[in-house]
């Protein structure tokens, strides 16, 4: 099995910031990308960031000039540096991973996921 754990997230005031981390831990043959979902009350489930181990990043556009993604292959961790935080950015914020785990001798490819973190963005 491979574990997801967050830290980081809490109560912020608007324009605030704050830095979300992963680890990625157990039965893991090789991770290809690593990212941030949010999930906010009644939405759906929205990317937020993604990045691959040749370093490509993605982010929603509307996090884009605010929110950093940073990674560690070695130590299979990512990072989410959050600044200049709105009301809307008010969500349960979600790691994955998407690589191959190692189960005898094989190695499934599947999405893992962390129990989520939340972030509050209110005055």
């Known amino acids: 099995q491979v574990q997801l754990v967050e830290s980081g997230g809490g109560l912020v005031q608007p324009g605030g910031s704050l830095r979300l981390s992963c680890v990625a831990s157990?039965?893991?043959?090789?991770?290809?990308?690593m990212g941030w979902h949010r999930q906010a009350p009644g939405k759906q489930r929205e990317l937020v960031a993604e990045?691959?181990?040749?370093?490509?990043?993605e982010y929603a556009d509307s996090v884009k000039g605010r929110f950093t993604i940073s990674g560690d292959n070695i130590k299979n961790t990512v990072y989410l540096q959050m600044n200049s935080l709105k009301p809307e950015d008010t969500a349960v914020y979600y790691c994955?991973?998407?690589?191959?785990?190692?189960?005898?001798?094989?190695?499934?490819?599947?999405?893992?996921w962390g129990q989520g973190t939340q972030v509050t963005v209110s005055s």
């Open positions: 994955n991973a998407f690589g191959q785990s190692i189960m005898g001798d094989s190695y499934p490819v599947d999405d893992f």
């Open positions: 990045i691959t181990n040749g370093s490509s990043i």
């Open positions: 157990g039965s893991i043959f090789k991770i290809y990308a």
